[in-house]
């Protein structure tokens, strides 16, 4: 009987980390929630792909796209559990793990351009950010894109005054928050799982999202106005569970890091292309109509969510937004 107890103690104990090391070949469970065919989802393949090849086998890659696995907030705490390996969550639901500095990326109009945002990730601010993760127990491996934000309701969206009394889902950010906030809209929270049903029932009247998001969840069939208002940035941070990770045989973890580093490669190297092909997509549809923003428009939407930097101080802390000042040479006030 005793012995039993030890071992189930003993079991227990190394189960967290240690028990997908313990199996031969050794599984790693990639869970997301978004469709496979999105930068994401095609990353997540390729690493597998490459994963699966460099190890000769002795490493499978169990990739669960579409929170098949689990939802937004299940993810990370079943990544600190060990009950999956691998997440790539946007950066914008990392305050439930204690660190808020992520969402200082979801600053509106933050990165001029997809060159900006590449710059910043692999620069110090990337860098700085991973760092953050090491005391939860988390090792950051890799950032990955997927573009530039757009925004949709039933009604056009073209003046800060039109998003006046709207619900708008957002995935997690205080300051994503706080930016519609400010336009007098009413955020809410909701996992991405179920936006769908929340659009198509009226529980929400609009969200923001990539192209590639929109088409592949089928957003435009229940939104009737989208603007292409590129107004913020969707990043992904690819995470495993330091224990896990720091614990698999040293040729492996080289072979892993190796095939990251070429997924990485891949999925950013397809980001821009994938939301201009699920946008000509959209558009081919014809299911919602599409605006863009006039410059006045844009300055007016820029101005109104202005204060949202100021905002931002009590929230992120000012080391990260110093951080993101110098390198994107940018003002924050
Ligand atoms: C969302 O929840 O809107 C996005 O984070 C989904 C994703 O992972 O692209």
């Known amino acids: 009987m005793r012995k039993?107890?030890?071992?189930?103690?003993?079991?227990?104990?190394?189960?967290?980390?240690?028990?997908?090391?313990?199996?031969?070949?050794?599984?790693?469970?990639?869970?997301?929630?978004?469709?496979?065919?999105?930068?994401?989802?095609?990353?997540?393949?390729?690493?597998?792909?490459?994963?699966?090849?460099?190890?000769?086998?002795?490493?499978?890659?169990?990739?669960?796209?579409?929170?098949?696995?689990?939802?937004?907030?299940?993810?990370?705490?079943?990544?600190?559990?060990g009950s999956v390996q691998i997440l790539a969550p946007s950066t914008a639901k990392f305050a439930p793990l204690g660190v808020k500095e992520f969402e200082a990326l979801d600053l509106p109009w933050l990165f001029k351009d997809e060159a900006t945002y590449t710059k910043a990730m692999k620069g110090t601010v990337g860098q700085w950010l991973f760092k953050k993760l090491e005391a939860k127990g988390i090792s950051?491996?890799?950032?990955?894109?997927?573009?530039?934000?757009?925004?949709?309701?039933?009604?056009?969206?073209?003046?800060?005054?039109?998003?006046?009394?709207?619900?708008?889902r957002i995935s997690g950010s205080k300051i994503a928050d706080q930016y519609f906030r400010v336009l007098g809209?009413?955020?809410?929270?909701?996992?991405?799982?179920?936006?769908?049903?929340?659009?198509?029932?009226?529980?929400?009247?609009?969200?923001?999202?990539?192209a590639s998001?929109?088409?592949?969840?089928?957003?435009?069939?229940?939104?009737?106005?989208?603007?292409?208002?590129?107004?913020?940035?969707?990043?992904?941070?690819?995470?495993?569970?330091?224990?896990?990770?720091n614990g698999l045989p040293a040729d492996i973890r080289t072979q892993l890091d190796k095939a990251m580093a070429e997924a990485?490669?891949?999925?950013?190297?397809?980001?821009?292309?994938?939301?201009e092909d699920a946008l000509a997509a959209m558009k081919k549809n014809g299911k919602t109509t599409f605006h863009e923003l006039s410059p006045a428009q844009r300055l007016a939407w820029q101005k109104a969510m202005q204060p949202t930097y100021t905002w931002a101080k009590g929230r992120v802390g000012q080391e990260v937004l110093d951080l993101l000042s110098k390198e994107l040479d940018v003002k924050m006030n």
């Open 4 to 81: 039993w107890i030890i071992a189930a103690v003993v079991a227990a104990v190394f189960a967290v980390p240690g028990a997908a090391l313990a199996q031969s070949p050794i599984i790693i469970k990639f869970s997301h929630v978004v469709a496979n065919d999105t930068p994401k989802g095609k990353g997540a393949l390729k690493f597998k792909e490459l994963a699966e090849k460099y190890t000769n086998g002795k490493v499978k890659v169990e990739v669960y796209p579409n929170s098949q696995l689990f939802k937004d907030k299940e993810e990370i705490e079943a990544l600190q559990l």
């Open 140 to 168: 950051g491996l890799a950032y990955w894109d997927n573009g530039f934000h757009m925004v949709s309701a039933n009604r056009p969206l073209l003046n800060p005054t039109d998003f006046q009394g709207l619900k708008i």
């Open 185 to 210: 809209s009413i955020p809410q929270i909701m996992a991405f799982s179920e936006v769908y049903q929340a659009l198509q029932t009226g529980v929400v009247d609009g969200c923001e999202n990539t």
């Open 213 to 245: 998001n929109y088409l592949t969840q089928k957003f435009d069939e229940v939104q009737k106005h989208i603007t292409m208002s590129y107004h913020a940035h969707l990043q992904y941070a690819v995470i495993v569970n330091t224990k896990f990770w």
């Open 264 to 275: 990485t490669d891949y999925s950013n190297s397809i980001a821009v292309k994938e939301n």
